[in-house]
């Protein structure tokens, strides 16, 4: 990582705020080093709108764009090239070529796609390259031209970099990395590396309250702390500061929320009307359904489903474990991501279908 001249770094599709402040961190950190960083980070407003108070990468951007060249190549031993121009035509580039004699031969043309431009490929958080979802699709080869450094603190990580630093004793991938960043060079650690890395265990262990957190992420985040990181700040942004708008929204699902004790799963429909009388739209569910997790410790599975438009239900699930994240959605068909799945389904009563919903995975999961 130290000899690195540009690094792209990843995270995977359904990232969270542990993602983001790694990344965050990891970005400033290589850029002390001297080294050229681009971050792709895909679209996902209500994560990035809760950490806005960390400062954003000016190369943090949603998709991967000329991430390599592609050459046309002319052998010229037996016809040399006088002259090359190219001239734009609608939807088309078109190259005019002028040989020292006669016609073209087609054998002397060859297309080459060139070295990526990036030295070093850092993945955080991603149990597999498929959870890194367009970014991966398009661009499958850079992870077999390029080093990859796999950072992860979840057990079902496949191990897919050609470095491997995955800890599931870990807190976080924000914990990693802040273990990682002192064991290279703790003097680079300044103020917002520091506050992003701290940002990232808070987040993913709900201020210290969690399981997951260990003497060691204490350790690490009392180390930040001491790097003028602010726990305070961060605090306050991410669990006393929130848009008007999500508090109407989180009220109006609050007011019918569902309980269904045999399967310890906590549920709420949201009408097309929420979102009307709160001024919200859809990318706030995952706010709602972090809220609804952090307010029912009992609670193992929880969902929420809204009208994405007449005739169609959309949902997603949240369950305490990867684990049991798995059993959920094999139980309803569904493909899980991580701890968490997204569904759609043709209906027109969003309780209903969450009723159904809830009897399917009772049926699977009290059988």
Known sequence: MKGAKHALILVAENFSGDEIGSAWAMYYFLKKNSCDVSIIVPKNNNVTERFAFLPRPEEAIENLLGARDFVLSFNTERNKITNVRTERVDNELRIYITPEKGSID????????????????IVLGSPDKESLGRTYEENPDIFFEVPVVNIDNHSE???????????????STSEIVADLMQKMDADKIDETIAECLLAGIIDETNSFQKKNTT????????????????????IRYLYKTQPFHLLKLWGR?????????????AWAPVYLEDFVQSRSNPSDIPFILDKIRENY???????????????????????????????????????ANGDSCEFKEEANDTTEAGQRIVEKLKGKMEG
């Open 106 to 121: 087609p054998r002397d043309f060859s297309f080459i796609p060139a070295k990526f431009k990036y030295d070093l490929v």
């Open 157 to 171: 990580n496949e191990n897919f970099g050609q470095l491997n630093i995955v800890d599931i004793t870990a807190s």
């Open 215 to 234: 003497p060691k992420s204490l350790r690490i985040a009392a180390g930040l702390m001491a790097k003028s990181a602010d726990q305070q700040k961060i």
């Open 253 to 265: 699902v609050m007011a019918r929320l569902y309980w269904e004790e045999g399967i310890s799963l």
């Open 297 to 335: 410790s009992a609670g193992k599975i929880f969902m929420v489903l809204y009208n994405e438009n007449a005739g169609t239900v959309r949902g997603m699930i949240k369950c305490n474990t990867r684990e049991l994240m798995k059993a959920v959605a094999d139980a309803l068909g569904f493909e």
